[in-house]
């Protein structure tokens, strides 16, 4: 198996992986961050979204091997260093922004990037960035509300 190098949530990783791995399974199976969650394997849901290099990546539909050399953060790498929660975590806290949680770390790393790269906060616009993610529960009003609040927290 070919050895594949990358940075996961600011460290050094190096593993032998198959060629034919997919990031999804090489985060949640090889290195046991089950934060990351699949639940369409298709790339339809967002719920296995990551940051590669600092972009919202959908896990699932990505080679493991395409992110050699790169950047990589999962929800399990977002928090301070002291172990308080990122601003949008938080906002999905206060706002219950979850019922099942599920969706939650996805839609997380997706409304990061969103506020990051596009500096997204109206609620059309927050619902249109959010539209690659998907809530079983159909919790959308408080996930929008929370988004809202991360993105101003963010800013802040
Ligand atoms: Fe990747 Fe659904 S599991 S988009
Ligand atoms: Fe259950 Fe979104 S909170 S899938």
Not at 9 to 18: F, K, T
Not at 49 to 62: E, I, L, P, Q, Y
Not at 119 to 140: F, K, W
């Amino acid at each position: 198996m070919p050895a594949l190098k990358l940075t996961l949530n600011g460290r050094a990783v190096e593993r032998d992986v198959p060629p034919e791995a997919l990031l999804s399974d090489f985060i949640r199976e090889t290195l046991r961050l089950t934060g990351t969650h699949v639940g369409c394997d298709t790339g339809q849901c967002g719920a296995c979204t990551v940051h590669v290099d600092g972009r919202a990546v959908k896990s699932c539909s990505m080679l493991a091997h395409q992110a050699a050399g790169r950047r990589v953060t999962t929800i399990e790498g977002i928090a301070a260093a002291d172990g308080s929660l990122h601003p949008m975590q938080t906002a999905f806290n206060q706002c219950h922004g979850l019922q099942c949680g599920f969706c939650t770390p996805g839609m997380v790393m997706s409304a990061i990037d969103l506020v990051q790269h596009h500096g997204c906060h109206s609620e059309a616009q927050v619902r249109e960035g959010l539209e690659g993610n998907i809530c079983r529960c159909t919790g959308y009003q408080n996930i929008v509300k929370a988004v809202q609040q991360g993105a101003a927290a963010m800013k802040a």
